[in-house]
C-alpha cells in the first residue's frame, strides 16, 4: 500500500496543487474486488481481514460491474478506535456491523501487484466518485463512504487562505490529521513524498 511521509519533516514539499483530505482515525484496509463477486480485504501489511463481512457484502452487490480486478484503498473506522482494534483479527464474538468504509483511492489489481499505477492522483480520485457515484451510493443502507477532499495551489494567497480554512475546520471536529496529495503523482506501493500526512495545527501571530 501508498504511505504518507510525515509533513513536519519536509515542510519544503508543502508547495503547489495539493489535493487535501481529512485522516481518520481507523484502520488500513486494502479491498480487493473480482468481477465474479469475489471480494477480499488486507490489512496494510498483507493480513488477511475477515470480520468486516457488512463492508465486503456491499462490494459484492457492485463487484460484477468492475471492468477488471480492482483495488479499493480506505480506512475502516467505527465508534471508537479501541472497539474497531478489538474487531480487526478476532475470530470469534465478532461484532464490527458499525464499520464504515472510507475509499480514497482506486487502482486495477495488476497494477497493484506490479507495485504502481500511473494514472494520476486526480484522475484516480475522479474515477473512484464517479464509480461510487453510479453504482455504490443507491445501493440501500450501504458503509461504504467516499473521503470528500479539497484541491488547493498553495503556492497562491488564495489557495493558502482555501487550506488554512480546511485546517481550521479540522480542529473544530477533533480530527487527526491531514493528508496533502500530489494531484498530478501515481500510486505506489511504498512510503512516498506524493503524499504528507500533519496535524492540524492552530497559527497565531505574536
Known sequence: AQLA?????????MVGVKQCE????????????????N?????????????????VDTFKEIAAKLPE???????IVSATFNKLMTQVFRKSNVKADDAVLYLFDVLPL???IEGTSNTPQHKRTEQLEQFYESEIAPIKDNNIKVIEHITVDLDTPDGYKKFLQFNAECIESGL???IAKDVNAPYECKRTFSWLKLKPYIEVTL
Open 110 to 112: 495488476r497494477d497493484f
Open 69 to 75: 480486478p480492482m483495488v479499493f484503498d480506505g480506512e
Open 39 to 55: 471480494v477480499v480485504q488486507y490489512s496494510r501489511n498483507g493480513r488477511e481481514l475477515k470480520n468486516f463481512t457488512n463492508v
Open 5 to 13: 511521509h510525515d509533513s513536519t519533516k519536509y515542510e519544503n514539499k
Open 176 to 178: 487527526e490529521g491531514i
Open 22 to 37: 481529512i485522516k481518520l482515525d481507523g484502520v488500513r484496509v486494502l479491498t480487493v474486488a473480482y468481477p465474479d463477486g
